[in-house]
């Protein structure tokens, strides 16, 4: 499963210091979930959701197509 921030983010126009300072995780931690570095847990999840008015599944990208 690929999880696809940086692309929900963007089309938002929300910039990265926006999330961060929306969501209360650092711009660090978010720029490793964009780059599928390391992975948010739910409660983090939730927050990005939140702060990029989205649904949580809107967040992943399912490899089966």
């Known amino acids: 499963m690929i ?6 983010r963007n089309s938002k126009g929300v910039s990265l210091v926006e ?6 995780i650092s711009k660090s931690t978010l720029n490793n979930y964009e780059n599928n570095k390391i992975y948010p ?5 939730e927050r990005i959701a939140t702060a990029l008015d989205c649904r949580i599944t809107d967040l992943f990208d399912s490899e089966r197509k």
Do not use: H, P, S
Request: zero cysteines; hydrophobic letters at 55%.
């Open 3 to 8: 999880i696809k921030i940086w692309e929900v």
């Open 19 to 24: 999330l961060a300072r929306d969501t209360g």
């Open 41 to 45: 847990n739910l409660l983090q999840l």
